[in-house]
T-cell receptor, first 109, second 117 residues
Framework: GQNIDQPTEMTATEGAIVQINCTYQ??????LFWYQQHAGEAPTFLSY????GLEEKGRFSSFLSRSKGYSYLLLKELQMKDSASYLC??????????FGAGTTVTVRA | DVKVTQSSRYLVKRTGEKVFLECVQD?????MFWYRQDPGLGLRLIYF???????EKGDIPEGYSVSREKKERFSLILESASTNQTSMYLC????????????????FGPGTRLTVL
């Protein structure tokens, strides 16, 4: 089966940096996704990694190490609107995503 | 922008009822997915479809069936609802499989919160 682990909760201060780690053990690997989900809303796509290294997109960056089965999402210059759940998902074939349970990030003033 | 819509935001049904959840996407996507989302468990794939009339079981298909008669519409059916099917149900779509190249991210609908009494 697929096993994707991420912390349940994280709290940080406005303007700070937070790093959300994700480790995975899956039967195959064809890319890793990060989604953001605000309470009561649909998940929305944040970032995608398929090769090792860092992908930067404005205040958000995502890193992948395939040999270690590890990724992280880095949120810089935190804003109150970044309070949300962040979902790590691994694609192991053409279509299917397997999700972690999600990390709830709370940003405090 | 991709738009994925689901027929209801909230639904309350009784044990044993047959329940239909509808999902429509407007971007001519080939693939459609049904997930359920429960606290502490994340999103779990119930069924997906990569073409009209085609379906594949996901990780937790028991107690569910699906129908895809038209490309834009993917229905999830609970044949006989039970209390353990109380959950948030999310539909998603993607353009093509990853073998066609590109990221092929999934786009999600707003969800249907189903309560079975």
């Amino acid at each position: 089966g697929q096993n994707i682990d991420q912390p349940t909760e994280m709290t940080a201060t406005e303007g700070a940096i937070v790093q959300i780690n994700c480790t995975y053990q899956t039967s195959g690997f064809n890319g890793l996704f990060w989604y953001q989900q605000h309470a009561g809303e649909a998940p929305t796509f944040l970032s995608y990694n398929v090769l090792d290294g860092l992908e930067e997109k404005g205040r958000f960056s995502s890193f992948l190490s395939r040999s270690k089965g590890y990724s992280y999402l880095l949120l810089k210059e935190l804003q109150m609107k970044d309070s949300a759940s962040y979902l790590c998902a691994v694609r192991d074939g053409d279509y299917k995503l397997s999700f972690g349970a999600g990390t709830t990030v709370t940003v405090r003033a | 922008d991709v738009k994925v819509t689901q027929s209801s935001r909230y639904l309350v049904k009784r044990t044993g009822e047959k329940v239909f959840l509808e999902c429509v996407q407007d971007m001519d996507h080939e693939n459609m997915f049904w997930y359920r989302q429960d606290p502490g468990l994340g999103l779990r794939l119930i069924y997906f479809s990569y073409d009209v009339k085609m379906k594949e079981k996901g990780d937790i298909p028991e107690g569910y069936s699906v129908s895809r008669e038209k490309k834009e519409r993917f229905s999830l059916i609970l044949e006989s609802a039970s209390t353990n099917q109380t959950s948030m149900y999310l539909c998603a779509s993607s353009l093509l499989g990853s073998s066609a190249g590109g990221i092929d991210t999934q786009y999600f609908g707003p969800g249907t919160r189903l309560t079975v009494l």
